[in-house]
């Protein structure tokens, strides 16, 4: 079935960092990909999308290229904040009407 | 006004009690669903309804019983709970596209704690 892995967190990093969360995913087919976003007690939110390959989605001065090669999304940000730190959640969807979501990689980023 | 909405937003019981959580739409969605997300932020689909129509249900034990009285709410009723159904509970509304899921919203979850 599909399935989505993340990097292993927690990811901690200083203000200004450049961050990377690696996702690859497994999937028959072209399935649309996502980044969801969940801030301390909240519900997630969609940060950003792409639905076919080479497409690059991007929100908030983070990205995400969809790369069929590599079967990869991995989010990228340029400088991080600390208004950054949350829980992110790569996820695919392929009809079936549902998303498969990976494990989540927890985001600290330190002043 | 808030997209999707849940009550309530904590909710502690007894074991053995049985609880619901509601949960509202007002983006016009065909398609609503549950998913719990454990202690570890693992989250994952429950249900799925379409226009009222349960589309999916994952190996969710049959104390777990999801209505639907419209398309713009989706409730979710649990018997007898036991202590591993403590967990954060989402409800979340997509359009679709064809037959693909577009972007999913997501309420703001309910947290149940079963003592």
């Known amino acids: 079935g599909n399935s989505v892995t993340q990097m292993e967190g927690p990811v901690t990093l200083s203000e200004e960092a450049f961050l990377t969360i690696n996702c690859t995913y497994t999937?028959?087919?072209?399935?649309?990909l996502f980044w969801y976003v969940q801030y301390p007690g909240e519900g997630l939110q969609l940060l950003l999308k792409?639905?076919?390959?080479?497409d690059k989605g991007s929100n908030k001065g983070f990205e995400a290229t969809y790369r069929k090669e590599t079967t990869s999304f991995h989010l990228e940000k340029g400088s991080v904040q600390v208004s950054d730190s949350a829980v992110y959640f790569c996820a695919l969807s392929q009809g079936a009407q549902k998303l498969v979501f990976g494990q989540g990689t927890r985001l600290t980023i330190n002043p | 006004d808030t997209a999707v909405s849940q009550t309530p937003k904590y909710l502690v019981t007894q074991m053995g009690n049985d609880k619901s959580i509601k949960c509202e739409q007002n983006l016009g969605h065909d398609t609503m669903y549950w998913y719990k997300q454990d202690s570890k932020k693992f989250l994952k689909i429950m249900f799925s309804y379409n226009n009222k129509e349960l589309i999916i249900n994952e190996t969710v034990p049959n104390r777990f019983s999801p209505k639907s009285p419209d398309k713009a709410h989706l409730n979710l009723h649990i018997n007898s709970l036991e202590l591993g159904d403590s967990a954060v509970y989402f409800c979340a509304s997509s359009p679709l596209q064809g037959d693909r899921v577009r972007e999913q919203y997501f309420g703001p979850g309910t947290r149940l704690t079963v003592t």
């Open positions: 792409a639905t076919k390959a080479d």
């Open positions: 999937a028959t087919g072209y399935p649309s």
